[in-house]
């Protein structure tokens, strides 16, 4: 499960500087590489971070693994 994604989960409780960092990683993440990336990619990048983080908490309550690479299959997405 990832980390930033359980801060995400609960950023509006979170200490205003660590809420601060955890949009600017996701800011991040949904905004990579701007300058190379065609219009109307940032609608794809915000979908598979969605269904990354997601898959992870959905594998992961599971206890099934492979439903994180069928969930990210399904979205188009390839695990490196």
């Not at 990048?45 to 206890?63: F, K, M």
Request: glycine share 10%; proline share 5%; aromatic share 6%.
């Amino acid at each position: 499960m990832c980390l930033r994604g359980l801060l995400g989960a609960e950023r509006e409780t979170l200490p205003d500087a660590v809420a601060a960092t955890t949009s600017a990683y996701f800011r991040m993440l949904v905004d990579y590489p701007s300058e190379e990336r065609p219009k109307g990619a940032a609608f794809y990048l915000e979908t598979a971070v969605a269904a990354l983080e997601g898959g992870l908490i959905l594998a992961r309550s599971l206890g099934n693994a492979p439903v994180l690479e069928k969930i990210l299959d399904g979205n188009g997405c390839q695990l490196v």
